[in-house]
């Protein structure tokens, strides 16, 4: 039954629990907050101590906070209960709407498990709801979707009595509206964690964009960012003081522009790989004066994990020395140093890159040219393996093709061959794979219209006494007047070789029988007027033979032909004759 001062106890205690309450939200920290909610119990709530043990992200609870007794909080705080041992208190005792009150009658099975406590022993309570110092009180406080944010335990009510119904409700909406602070505070905490890594990483992009820029501008070698995807693919967005230096173009200018549209003719194929690929090309770019310097690009595609691929960091480094050192290098093992001329291995290459093995007088019949496509290919109409003749045929008998045309139409009523076309297979000199021009030779000195290659084997007559009687230096004179010569009286597509010592050889294309003998005279005419070494007058002759490169021939086969030619052509003139010319 209600006293008549009640009504005033209730408004005091209303007026202190939103004293309390507001001071709730004006704690900055979790830790603030924590401790705001134990000194509102004992402020305003008419408890002597009072500690709240928070859920740990582990599922324990930790006591986070105490207020009432500084020798109590020392010992507790901090100190971890385990979640099984909390849901079994949370289960015992008595349900006061949503508090949980374990009478000391049945807390004494609790002394020893693993929840931190502090309390002190008393004498049996005098009447019915006297608090008793092993009385147990607390007060779940959950979160709106009904996670436990933590359990607020109290003890030591100053009227030391066990609450009534008011106070009991007064600390139900307490609890309530502490598990809202400590939801908001979490939430804070956790957004200026947020805030404070996200500083740190927009710091971190921030000195990361500042290296990167530094180290794109100053390069000492070029540097570009170029687009990739969609209409603008390989268009510069970006390029260094470097690149532009290399090319003789402002950035301002280059942005107009692609490495398509820079690259040399040439190269546009190996640039495409490169850009697909994100790998590694050496090509030629080309500069605002029309010249072109060669580069070695090295592409890093950098992806988005998102929308993939967005851009090409390119490397630019300037090669053009090393390439000039390359290519004199390769001269050098193609050329012959004194004359400048392509020298024999040069010669043998350029001559057998016009040769195949197969003659073009002997064309391959239908059956052997599918043997030579597989690489198994025997002579044609010849014997099988260990020299048999093939299985069903007999010596002497042939295929029913000849010398590489179809066979004649079969009769009527016989049924046709199915590879009775021609250009069936590859090798044929109608197949549409067979992309090799043979080379022919006319078949006698006799122009019969015949064009073909031509292989003038020169060999320079009277050389020998010029060097034994004025030395090596007016011998190697002689022979780069002769060179030059030579090259001044052949079309630009021919070749002029020195095969060494007083030997030269010239591959003169399209020719006929009568030209090759015209272009013989007209070069040993070119050779045979006096040369001036060091104010004296020296004069040699030549010798020339003309063979003729024919597919089927070796590259020392067709070279050896000429050489016997002009040794033939050599001995039938006198001696002074030829060093007359």
Same mark, same amino acid.
Not at 110 to 124: K, R, S
Not at 243 to 251: D, E, N, S
Not at 256 to 275: A, K
């Given at each position: 039954?209600?006293?008549?001062?009640?009504p005033?106890?209730?408004?005091a205690?209303?007026?202190?629990?939103?004293?309390?309450?507001?001071?709730?939200?004006?704690?900055?920290?979790?830790?603030?907050?924590?401790?705001?909610?134990v000194?509102?119990?004992?402020?305003?709530?008419?408890?002597?101590?009072?500690c709240?043990?928070?859920?740990?992200?582990?599922?324990?609870?930790?006591?986070?906070?105490?207020?009432?007794?500084?020798?109590?909080?020392?010992?507790?705080?901090?100190?971890?209960?385990?979640?099984?041992?909390?849901e079994?208190?949370?289960?015992?005792?008595?349900?006061?709407?949503?508090?949980?009150?374990?009478?000391?009658?049945?807390?004494w099975?609790l002394?020893?498990?693993?929840?931190?406590?502090?309390?002190?022993?008393g004498?049996?309570?005098?009447?019915?709801?006297?608090?008793?110092?092993?009385?147990?009180?607390?007060?779940?406080?959950?979160?709106?979707?009904?996670?436990?944010?933590?359990?607020?335990?109290?003890?030591?009510?100053?009227?030391?009595?066990?609450?009534?119904?008011?106070?009991r409700?007064?600390?139900?909406?307490?609890?309530?509206?502490?598990?809202?602070?400590?939801?908001?505070?979490?939430?804070?905490?956790n957004?200026?964690?947020?805030?404070?890594?996200?500083?740190?990483?927009?710091?971190?992009?921030?000195a990361?964009?500042?290296?990167?820029?530094?180290?794109?501008?100053?390069?000492?070698?070029?540097?570009?960012?170029?687009?990739?995807?969609?209409?603008?693919?390989?268009?510069?967005?970006?390029?260094?003081?470097?690149?532009?230096?290399?090319?003789?173009?402002?950035?301002?200018?280059?942005?107009?522009?692609?490495?398509?549209?820079?690259?040399?003719?040439?190269?546009?194929?190996?640039?495409?790989?490169?850009?697909? #690929?994100?790998? &590694?090309? =050496? *090509?030629? %770019?080309?500069? @605002?004066?029309?010249?072109?310097?060669?580069?070695? $690009?090295? /592409? !890093?595609?950098?992806?988005?994990?998102?929308?993939?691929?967005?851009?090409?960091?390119?490397?630019?480094?300037?090669?053009? #020395?090393?390439? &000039?050192? =390359? *290519?004199? %290098?390769?001269? @050098?093992?193609?050329?012959?140093?004194l004359?400048? $001329?392509? /020298? !024999?291995?040069?010669?043998r290459?350029?001559?057998?890159?016009?040769?195949?093995?197969?003659?073009?007088?002997?064309?391959?019949?239908?059956?052997?040219?599918?043997?030579?496509a597989?690489?198994?290919?025997?002579?044609?109409?010849?014997?099988?393996?260990?020299?048999?003749?093939?299985?069903?045929?007999?010596?002497?008998?042939?295929?029913a093709?000849?010398?590489?045309?179809?066979?004649?139409?079969?009769?009527?009523?016989?049924?046709?061959?199915p590879?009775?076309f021609?250009?069936?297979?590859p090798?044929?000199?109608?197949?549409?794979?067979?992309?090799?021009?043979?080379?022919?030779?006319?078949?006698t000195?006799?122009?019969?219209g015949?064009?073909?290659?031509?292989?003038?084997?020169c060999?320079?007559?009277?050389?020998?006494?010029?060097n034994?009687?004025?030395?090596?230096?007016?011998?190697?004179?002689?022979?780069?007047?002769?060179?030059?010569?030579?090259?001044?009286?052949?079309r630009?597509?021919?070749t002029?070789?020195?095969?060494?010592?007083?030997?030269?050889?010239?591959?003169?294309?399209?020719?006929?029988?009568?030209?090759?003998?015209?272009?013989a005279?007209?070069?040993?005419?070119?050779?045979?007027?006096?040369?001036?070494?060091?104010?004296?007058?020296?004069?040699?002759?030549?010798?020339?033979?003309?063979?003729?490169a024919?597919?089927?021939?070796?590259?020392?086969?067709?070279l050896?032909?000429?050489d016997q030619?002009?040794?033939?052509?050599?001995?039938?003139?006198?001696?002074?004759?030829?060093?007359?010319?």
């Amino acid at each position: 039954m209600e006293t008549e001062s009640e009504p005033y106890v209730r408004l005091a205690t209303l007026r202190q629990l939103h004293q309390v309450v507001a001071e709730l939200n004006t704690a900055r920290s979790l830790a603030d907050t924590l401790q705001t909610v134990v000194d509102g119990i004992v402020r305003g709530l008419g408890y002597e101590l009072a500690c709240v043990n928070l859920v740990r992200p582990d599922g324990d609870l930790v006591v986070a906070a105490f207020a009432g007794d500084p020798a109590a909080e020392a010992l507790i705080t901090g100190r971890v209960g385990s979640r099984p041992a909390w849901e079994r208190r949370l289960t015992m005792g008595e349900d006061w709407d949503g508090l949980r009150f374990i009478p000391h009658t049945e807390g004494w099975v609790l002394m020893e498990d693993d929840v931190p406590q502090w309390h002190t022993d008393g004498p049996d309570p005098r009447f019915q709801d006297e608090w008793h110092p092993e009385d147990r009180l607390y007060a779940p406080m959950y979160a709106t979707g009904g996670e436990l944010l933590g359990v607020i335990s109290v003890d030591r009510p100053r009227n030391g009595r066990r609450p009534g119904a008011w106070g009991r409700e007064a600390l139900q909406m307490y609890a309530f509206q502490a598990a809202i602070a400590i939801s908001n505070a979490r939430l804070r905490a956790n957004m200026q964690r947020a805030l404070v890594r996200l500083e740190r990483e927009q710091q971190a992009l921030r000195a990361s964009e500042e290296s990167f820029r530094q180290a794109f501008e100053y390069a000492p070698s070029g540097m570009a960012i170029a687009e990739m995807g969609g209409d603008q693919h390989g268009r510069l967005l970006r390029t260094n003081d470097a690149l532009c230096r290399l090319l003789g173009r402002p950035a301002s200018v280059l942005r107009r522009y692609s490495f398509s549209d820079l690259v040399h003719p040439e190269d546009i194929g190996t640039l495409l790989r490169t850009s697909a #690929e994100g790998g &590694r090309a =050496e *090509l030629r %770019l080309g500069r @605002r004066d029309g010249t072109y310097v060669w580069v070695s $690009l090295r /592409n !890093s595609v950098v992806a988005d994990a998102a929308d993939g691929p967005r851009f090409l960091l390119t490397h630019v480094e300037d090669i053009e #020395e090393r390439k &000039r050192h =390359e *290519l004199q %290098l390769a001269h @050098r093992a193609s050329h012959d140093s004194l004359t400048g $001329l392509p /020298n !024999s291995a040069e010669l043998r290459s350029r001559l057998g890159a016009r040769l195949c093995r197969r003659p073009q007088s002997v064309r391959a019949g239908a059956v052997e040219a599918l043997d030579a496509a597989y690489e198994g290919r025997p002579e044609a109409g010849g014997a099988g393996e260990h020299g048999f003749p093939p299985e069903g045929q007999h010596p002497g008998q042939h295929h029913a093709y000849d010398g590489g045309f179809p066979a004649a139409p079969a009769a009527a009523g016989q049924a046709a061959d199915p590879f009775d076309f021609p250009g069936a297979f590859p090798g044929s000199p109608d197949g549409p794979y067979d992309h090799h021009v043979h080379t022919v030779a006319p078949a006698t000195d006799v122009d019969d219209g015949t064009k073909g290659l031509a292989v003038l084997f020169c060999d320079l007559d009277g050389f020998k006494s010029i060097n034994d009687r004025f030395g090596h230096h007016t011998g190697d004179a002689v022979l780069i007047e002769v060179a030059r010569r030579l090259t001044t009286c052949v079309r630009d597509g021919d070749t002029v070789a020195r095969l060494g010592g007083d030997e030269f050889v010239v591959l003169a294309d399209g020719l006929g029988a009568a030209d090759a003998a015209d272009l013989a005279v007209r070069l040993r005419n070119a050779i045979i007027p006096p040369i001036r070494v060091d104010g004296r007058a020296v004069r040699v002759g030549a010798s020339f033979g003309i063979g003729w490169a024919s597919c089927g021939m070796s590259a020392d086969e067709v070279l050896r032909s000429a050489d016997q030619r002009m040794y033939i052509e050599k001995r039938s003139r006198s001696k002074a004759h030829r060093r007359a010319g």
